[in-house]
């Protein structure tokens, strides 16, 4: 598994952004994938996370109603999209796999390279 996130930049307060992670290796089918984010000077935090195929997905109440996470197999694909970002939404967000949806939140999983996001008020 190689994860790579991409697709931030700086925006303004109120503005959106769509992620990606992307995998170079094989199979990404057979991995649940979880967004994180990390701000400085802060543990990183769990966002949300799908399931294999899609079906099942999960937020932390950080990001429940905001943010949206899906996939897309065929492509090898997995977004975030991001509404009404606020500045304390700036942070570097990470995704990461693993086998099962809810070893994302308890247990090894596959780092990709993070993305900054910036939200300015």
């Known amino acids: 598994v190689q994860l790579q996130a991409s697709g931030g930049g700086v925006v303004q307060a109120g503005d959106s952004l769509r992620l990606s992670c992307t995998n170079a290796?094989?199979?990404?089918?057979?991995?649940?994938v979880g967004w994180f984010r990390q701000a400085p000077g802060k543990e990183r935090e769990f966002l949300a996370g799908i399931s294999r195929g899609g079906g099942s997905t999960t937020y932390a109440d950080s990001a429940k109603g905001r943010f949206a996470v899906s996939r897309d197999n065929a492509e090898n694909i997995v977004y975030l999209q991001m509404n009404n970002l606020q500045p304390e939404d700036t942070a570097v967000y990470f995704c990461?796999?693993?086998?099962?949806?809810?070893?994302?939140?308890?247990?090894?999983?596959?780092w990709g390279q993070g993305t900054q996001v910036t939200v300015s008020s």
């Open positions: 990461a796999a693993a086998p099962v949806l809810a070893q994302l939140t308890r247990g090894s999983k596959y």
């Open positions: 290796g094989r199979h990404f089918n057979a991995y649940a």
